[in-house]
C-alpha cells in the first residue's frame, strides 16, 4: 500500500491513516500534510533580555543560528582580532573570555562611544555596583535625609570621621542617627581621617558635596 499523499511513493507504514512515516509525523508536528512556509528571517530582532541581535551568519562571531550581538559586532568592526585589554582592570582579553560593556547600562545603545571591553571578572563585579550594598544579606542599612547607605559607605562620606563600626556601635548605643554619623571620635578627636577608594564604587553611593545633611 503506497502513501495517500500525491507525489509520495513511499510505502505506508500507517495503514489507517495510509499515510508513509514521513507524512505522518508531519501531520503530528504541523496538523497539515501539507509543508509550511518558510518563515522570513528578521534582519535585527531582540532576545528575551531586551539584547540587540542582527543576522550575519558569514561574520566570526555570529551564532549557530546565524545571529551575532550587535554590541560585540560594533567593536569586532573596530578591533576585529586585536581587542585592547580591559578597560577596567587592564588584564589580556580575548574574543571567548572578554565582554562588552554598556557604559550608560543601556543596553539598546549600541553605539561606539558607549561600548567598551572588559574581562568577565570586571563585568561581575560592574553588575553588582548597580546594586545598593544596604540590600546584601548581612549588611548594615542607616538612612538620613532620605539617603540609605551602609555603616562603611557613610564612613566615606564627606562630614563623617568615624569608622563604620564606630557608627554601628553607636547606634547600638542608642544615640541618633545624626550624632552617630557626624559626632568626632571622642577618644582621638584630632586623629586625621584616612579614606580609602574601592576599586567598584557602588553607583548608589554619592559624596555629600552640594547635599544638605542636617
Not at 147 to 176: F, P
Not at 182 to 208: D, L, M
Request: with cysteine; hydrophobic share 30%.
Amino acid at each position: 500500500m503506497k502513501c495517500k499523499i500525491d507525489g509520495c511513493n513511499k510505502e505506508a507504514v500507517y495503514k489507517a491513516d495510509c499515510v508513509c512515516q514521513k507524512h505522518y509525523f508531519r501531520f503530528m508536528r504541523n496538523g497539515t500534510y501539507d509543508l509550511l512556509p518558510k518563515p522570513i528571517r528578521k534582519y535585527r530582532r531582540h532576545n528575551v533580555k531586551g539584547y540587540q541581535l542582527i543576522f550575519e551568519p558569514r561574520h566570526q562571531l555570529a551564532m549557530s543560528d546565524g545571529y551575532v550581538y550587535e554590541h560585540r559586532f560594533v567593536i569586532y568592526s573596530i578591533y576585529q582580532n586585536n581587542l585592547p585589554n580591559c578597560k577596567l582592570c587592564g588584564c589580556k582579553l580575548t574574543w571567548s573570555s572578554c565582554h562588552i560593556d554598556h557604559i550608560d547600562n543601556d543596553i539598546t545603545n549600541n553605539t561606539p562611544e558607549n561600548l567598551r571591553p572588559i574581562c568577565r571578572a570586571c563585568n561581575v563585579m560592574r553588575s553588582h555596583t548597580l546594586i545598593p550594598k544596604y540590600t546584601h544579606k548581612g549588611h548594615s542599612k542607616i538612612t538620613f535625609n532620605g539617603l540609605t547607605m551602609t555603616a562603611a559607605e557613610w564612613s566615606r562620606q564627606d562630614g563623617v570621621t568615624v569608622a563604620g563600626n564606630t557608627i554601628l556601635r553607636r547606634i547600638r548605643d542608642g544615640w541618633s542617627i545624626e550624632r552617630a554619623l557626624f559626632e568626632t571620635s571622642s577618644t582621638h578627636p584630632n586623629a586625621a581621617v584616612k579614606r580609602t577608594t574601592t576599586k567598584y564604587k557602588n553607583r548608589f553611593e554619592v559624596k555629600s558635596t552640594g547635599i544638605s545633611l542636617d
